[in-house]
T-cell receptor
Framework: AQSVTQPDIHITVSEGASLELRCNYS??????LFWYVQSPGQGLQLLLK??????LVQGIKGFEAEFKRSQSSFNLRKPSVHWSDAAEYFC????????????FGKGTHLIIQP | DAMVIQNPRYQVTQFGKPVTLSCSQT?????MYWYQQKSSQAPKLLFH???????NEADTPDNFQSRRPNTSFCFLDIRSPGLGDAAMYLC????????????FGQGTRLTVV
């Protein structure tokens, strides 16, 4: 079975600084990888996804993520964060096939300092 | 132009009193999911429908049931809610292809008193 680890429960970043959120996955084959963002009391919004091809994927809101097979990682990055980026970020994996559902990591809570 | 709509957004129910949460979609997606998200935790898949085929996760309690009367609607029934069932319940939909994106509703926050 697949699993996802997000080692950082909380991260605090100053506004305008760069951001990297870590995600490691466990799956026997090439996984389908996703990053979702959740604002308080809201549902999840997809930031970006990786299925195959170019290992650096671009998403919405200026986010990008890099798939590194050798490290089983899919870290999320943003060069300059804005106060509105404060939220919970979830990395997720799917074994493939739309009906499989997603296995989520425990999330990273991002705090933006003025 | 909401695509996955959950009603109500907030639901308070009494301990042991059956409750139903609803989800509708305008995307005409084959697959509909229900996730449970407890406070400060990751969403956990309860079950999903692929068209009319129901797929239950192995560790989903029997207290949780679901119905999908048509493509657009899906319901989550909690037969006898306990205090431990208080959570955000998220509905999501996706197409049938490999690794397709899941679209989430805004969730229903269930409180059990």
């Amino acid at each position: 079975a697949q699993s996802v680890t997000q080692p950082d429960i909380h991260i605090t970043v100053s506004e305008g600084a760069s951001l990297e959120l870590r995600c490691n996955y466990s799956y026997g084959a090439t996984p389908y990888l996703f990053w979702y963002v959740q604002s308080p009391g809201q549902g999840l919004q997809l930031l970006l996804k990786y299925f195959s091809g170019d290992t650096l994927v671009q998403g919405i809101k200026g986010f990008e993520a890099e798939f590194k097979r050798s490290q089983s990682s899919f870290n999320l990055r943003k060069p300059s964060v804005h106060w509105s980026d404060a939220a919970e970020y979830f990395c997720a994996v799917s074994a493939g096939g739309g009906a499989d559902g997603l296995t989520f990591g425990k999330g990273t809570h991002l705090i933006i300092q003025p | 132009d909401a695509m996955v709509i959950q009603n109500p957004r907030y639901q308070v129910t009494q301990f042991g009193k059956p409750v139903t949460l609803s989800c509708s979609q305008t995307l005409n997606h084959n697959v509909m999911y229900w996730y449970q998200q407890k406070s400060s935790q990751a969403p956990k898949l309860l079950f999903h429908y692929y068209d009319k085929d129901f797929n239950n996760e192995a560790d989903t309690p029997d207290n949780f049931q679901s119905r999908r009367p048509n493509t657009s609607f899906c319901f989550l029934d909690i037969r006898s809610p306990g205090l431990g069932d208080a959570a955000m319940y998220l509905c999501a939909t996706s197409g049938p292809g490999a690794g397709t994106e899941a679209f989430f509703g805004q969730g229903t926050r269930l409180t059990v008193v």
